[in-house]
């Protein structure tokens, strides 16, 4: 089965990808780049540095721009999966859902009307064990947007790890946000991936805070493509 990965840019798309790749044959990237931080379904931090991703992971990549409306956005997410149906013979997407009804059966009735198979590999994971992935199979993750009560303007830019994950856990259980961040709380970008060939490092980025919502961006200006670094094994 050759498949579309929808991805953001993010983590959970990215995972839901690699978990895919190892079963079905990845034939491309797919990203909707939404104008607006309102998109109900789609990231709009740092969206258009999929490229890079797609560069790294040697695959191709279909962008789409979006206005970021409810209905439009499905509409342009439709164009993207026709088109893509037609230049790569796809006949399957994945997508990093894991346990948002309104992005899940949207997806799902649109595979159905374009005869594409969703593949939801994180669909109704614990979110614990959505990260435990992230963190055994070796994802390089960073912060780009902090959007919940007990999320800091520190946290922009710091990478997730297990000292991350284990403050996310003792912060939900006092605000009860999503530990995915599913629900817009907190949005990331992925740097390296068992899927890349080489890795990204940023060269520069800046912070945007708003005091008076306690929200804000890690916009990545830069980055630099490099090669990874393995340890030889005897």
């Known amino acids: 089965m050759r498949f579309l990965a929808l991805i953001s840019g993010g983590k959970d798309s990215m995972l839901a990808a690699w978990l895919m790749g190892k079963q079905h044959s990845l034939a491309c990237f797919g990203t909707i780049i939404p104008q607006s931080e309102l998109s109900y379904m789609f990231h709009h931090v740092n969206a258009h540095l999929t490229l890079f991703q ?35 013979g796809i006949d399957a997407i994945s997508c990093g859902v894991v346990k948002s009804k ?16 969703l593949l939801a590999p994180l669909w109704d994971r614990a979110e614990e064990e959505v990260l435990g992935l992230l963190l055994e199979n070796g994802f390089e993750v960073v912060i780009t947007r902090v959007a919940a009560q007990g999320l800091t303007r520190e946290m922009l830019g710091k990478k997730l790890d297990s000292n991350l994950v284990d403050e996310l856990l003792r912060l939900r259980e006092r605000y009860k946000f999503s530990l995915v961040g599913e629900g817009g709380e907190y949005e990331t970008f992925v740097l ?12 520069a980025a800046r912070i945007e805070w708003d005091p008076t919502t306690q929200s804000g961006n890690y916009f990545i200006e ?13």
Request: hydrophobic fraction near 40%; glycine fraction near 6%; include cysteine.
């Open 222 to 234: 830069s980055l630099r493509i490099v090669p990874k670094s393995f340890i030889a094994t005897t």
């Open 54 to 88: 797609s560069i790294v992971a040697g695959l191709p990549i279909c962008v789409v721009n979006s206005a970021g409306m409810r209905d439009a956005e499905l509409e342009d997410l439709r164009g993207l999966l026709s088109y893509a149906k037609s230049k790569f």
């Open 192 to 203: 390296d991936c068992p899927l890349f060939k080489r890795k990204l490092e940023i060269g």
């Open 102 to 117: 309104y992005q899940y059966f949207r997806i799902s009735s649109l595979c159905e009307e374009l005869g594409l198979r």
